[in-house]
């Protein structure tokens, strides 16, 4: 009997340390206790309910422990008139807040809305039954990098510093990366980073060249406006979404620090458009690739047309405003602002054409 | 008398105005609300934006913020600061206040202490403006509030490329705005078809609102209006060669000069892109600012100057006004790109101070 016992104790015991080495081999360095941020840009989750976060402003990357927040049925989400509901709680004017970014926690369903308030006071809310309630930031079991600069003298010129910014376009993770994209004042180029997770001081930046087939025989180093981790053909990709609308494509294993990628254009979505934010669903084996655009409706593109285009637009579009390379379809949903995979389908904060912005479900009907 | 220290305590603290209906029990600041315990038997005081009449309570969404228990009062802190001339209702028990924080008389209202380029002469594919401001502004609606109209007052269409995150220093005071690239490059199709943003020739103004606000909330009180003049676009590399050096005195901390060839730059890549190296090899702690309508720059060192040979270390990515770096033109032909060599990060020029 006592033997029994101690075996039993030794399986809940060996089976209990399992548990606390899976969840801390992604957490072990997490502390408590305020991280200091001084703006939410762009957030994305991770795996084991980590959420990331682009803070700009204090140029850093913080990984924020959500897990402990039960899961949620957000099936029936819909919140209308997001943005007065935000002014109202923050006791100030709609235009003194801008919802900065949007996302949901694959493991439990809930949803977080970032959002800025006047000289950029960042304010984390969570969705809770059709309601608003503020997370705290004050508290928080966290881990944070510092976003290097990638010309490091710079760091020793305090005055041009102050000058230097550079903003967070998007974040994402994917296999123990955080993946950035951004902007500076100082050039306009495409920047983007990777960081190992855990953090630690190793950091690859590099600029993805593309060569924009609308625009002619003119190189452009324009700034990667949004992007997501996929695989294509099995293997790790980047897909960037650039302003005027070139679709592009990298392997991942390409990013190599200070390096210059050339990406291959598989598509151009239109010129006088600007993708907003892009996510991958999956239903029943079929993956499908959505991009919200602001001149655009809703693009969805299925991930098999995408796999078999091999080839690179390299000459321009010279039909006005048509578009070439991979095949999609408009689904009706103009002005999408934010957009998120929630259960098997979409979530999205739009403007309606009334005028109202509405967070709410897209149907699951059209990726069946 | 005690009403009357009541009213003194809320003078000191930011100039409250209270409405009829607010009691001496409540007394408000910027950053927070104080109840006497007395007054509420149960349940927690809510604050709502904007006059709220009873009936319109239940639909509305009250004010983040927590609510503190101390010993004679309940305080309510909200998560942002009570705005200025900004309505509020105050909810306890079942009644109902309203109040309102005006702004002090001498509140200094934002202004543009200055703006980059200076110079009333630009070049049609000019990229970059940079505007420094009093105080922090608010961020959101930003892009809202700033356009160009020509001599007519017609307002130009899709000048200003949009960022979701504005770019903007540290401290909230000096802002970045990109001039549509999709435009200012050529063989772009923005380019082609609504051609560059500004054509050469001709006078523009660029209009500030005064609905800029400021950090608080509380706008500009006048529109600010910078006019200038559109010349040949700028399609050459700035070359450093053609600079010229003021060389400063031995002894002294006098300025060191650098004339751009009479080429205003790029306010904030100059001033992030140039460092003096002493003879030992070590950056050389000062100063430095640009004048002349950003046509020159001038460093002022923290130590006298010493006899012996300087550097000054370029940063290839300095601009000129039109994007054009030390390594490329901004909008090179794609079969003519000759990159400097990727290990080439900066370029130098040396002087003698003897």
Redesign the interface.
Known sequence: MKTLITLVLSLILSLTMGIVKADSSLKANFVNGDPGIM?I??ITFGPEGILFIGD??AAQIIAIDLSAHQKVDNSKVKIDFLDK?I???????P????I?DMAVNPENDNIYISV??????P?LLQVNNNK?K?ISLADVSYSKTNINDP?A??A??K???????W???DIRYDSGKVLLSG??????ASTFRSIDFPFNDKQSYGSLEI??A???????H?PIKTFMTTRIKGNPHIVAGY??TPLVVLPMDKIKPGE?HKGRTVAELG??NTP?DMIEIENEGNRYLLIANTNRPLMKMDFTDLEAYEDVLTTPVTK?GATAGVAYVNLPYVNVQQLDKLDNTFLMIQRESSGNLALKKGSAWWFQ | MRNYSHILLISFFFALKVFSQTSPKVMVSKDYLLIKKSEITAGKPM???GEISNVEISS?????GNVVEEKERIRFN???P??WN?K?TLVYDSTIEYFEITLPKKYKYLSVEAIYPSTKKLPSNL??WYFKFSK??????VY?NIRFTDTNGDTLDKVI?P??????????L?L?V?VE??RQ??????N??LGAVFEEGKEYSLIISKNL?D???IAMQQDYIHRFIIVDADREQPTINSWKISIPTPGTTSNLMIHFNEEPMD???T???I?IIDPQKK?IKG??KLTNNEKTLVFKPLQPWKKGHYQISI?V?L?DLA?N?LNRL??????D?QHGS?DT?EKFLEFVVQ
């Open positions: 703006s840009n762009s700009s402003k509901k002014a109202d709680m923050l006791g100030a004017a235009d003194q807040v801008q900065t800025h308030y006047g000289a950029g006071t304010i608003l503020q010309v003298k710079d020793k010129d005055r041009g510093r102050e000058l230097r910014k903003a967070v376009a902007l500076s004042n100082k050039e306009f060569y924009h609308a625009h002619g025989q003119y190189e452009t324009a302003t005027c210059h010129n006088g907003v006005k | 604050v709502y934006r509305s969404t009250p004010i983040l909200p998560v942002i009570f705005g900004q509020y990229l970059k922090p502004i608010n961020q959101p609606s809202d490329l960022l979701n995150n504005v770019l903007i220093s540290d401290n909230g000096l970045t990109w690239p999709g490059k050529r063989g772009l199709i923005p082609q078809q606000k950090y608080e909330g306010y904030g890549s001033l992030s892109s460092r950056e100063d430095l940063d990515s601009e994007g770096n901004f909008d090179s032909d794609i079969n790109i990727p990060k």
